[in-house]
């Protein structure tokens, strides 16, 4: 099943999105150069290897949605929340790397949320946003561009086949740094929840990495991490970070054949 960006925006309808014109001509010249888009966030959009496959996270497939002259850098990592990815100096790289023009998407939350773990856990109206505000720091002192990403949302209903929110207060702590510091905000949350209603929750099952005996409602296979990442170009387009050019095939099929996992990290 392909699910439209019209189909997901009609979905959406009524959802608290952000602003459409709160990140319009925000992005820094271009100039000539390839853009790149960095990537900092957790498993949900991480880059997986052949031993976890189909497991796939929708940052694999977001170059599909983007002009050849757009490249992604998926520096996501499984298991990390803003405490933890900072902690380890995963930052750094990203960076250095960065240059004037280029893209810092931040999308943490799931693992935000383990607040009995220590090196994970954070509280969302108190370190959670002051960890997002050094990403948005980070990248606004190098040039680029910081968008901030709601955590997609996981597979779950009730029994009346509704779906649910699980990600507790913290989308909404993000939500209230994008609109203070005026950063672009991607509601990735409220889109993945509105798709997630309209399938229900049997459909949903052919998009997450589920199986009867391994019932992951967390993580995606190849169709759940296209739509996904669907969702994430047509906000990059909505909120002005990405101009009509740099985007393409946001209505069309992709084959869940396009992704690939290479063998070790080193491949």
């Known amino acids: 099943m392909t699910v439209t960006r019209r189909g997901l925006l009609a979905a959406g309808a009524g959802l608290a999105l952000a602003p459409a014109g709160a990140a319009a001509a925000v992005a820094a010249p271009r100039g000539t150069r390839m853009r790149t888009l960095y990537l900092a966030g957790d498993s949900t959009a991480a880059r997986k ?6 497991e796939t ?9 983007l002009h050849r002259d757009v ?3 998926n520096h996501a ?3 990390r929340s803003t405490r933890s990815f900072l902690a380890e100096g995963r930052l750094d790289p990203v960076l250095r790397a960065v240059r004037p023009g280029d893209v810092l998407i931040v999308q943490f939350g799931h693992n935000d949320q383990k607040t009995t773990d220590p090196a994970r856990g954070t ?3 108190t370190t959670y946003q002051e960890n997002l505000r050094v990403f948005v720091a980070g990248a606004r002192e190098r040039g680029a561009l910081p968008v901030l990403a709601t955590s997609v949302e996981r597979r779950r209903f009730d029994a009346a086949g509704t779906a649910l929110r699980t990600l507790g207060e913290y989308p909404a702590a993000m939500r209230a740094v994008a609109r203070e510091d005026d950063v672009p905000l991607l509601d990735v949350e409220a889109l993945s929840l509105a798709l997630w209603q309209r ?4 459909a949903t099952k052919a998009y ?8 992951d409602n967390t993580h995606f296979n190849p169709p759940g991490a296209i739509e996904v ?5 047509g906000e990059l387009l909505r909120t002005g970070v990405l101009a009509p050019r740099e985007t393409r095939r946001l209505d069309d099929g992709i084959p869940a054949g396009w992704i690939t996992w290479p063998d070790s990290e080193e491949s």
């Open 71 to 73: 490249t992604v850098a």
């Open 208 to 215: 997450f990495n589920w199986t009867p005996a391994e019932q």
């Open 49 to 54: 290897y052949a031993d976890a496959a189909p």
């Open 229 to 233: 990442a669907r969702l994430v170009a």
């Open 123 to 125: 509280d969302p109206w």
């Open 57 to 65: 996270g929708w940052g694999m497939a977001l170059p599909f949605f």
């Open 199 to 202: 399938l229900g929750p049997e």
């Open 77 to 79: 990592v499984d298991g």
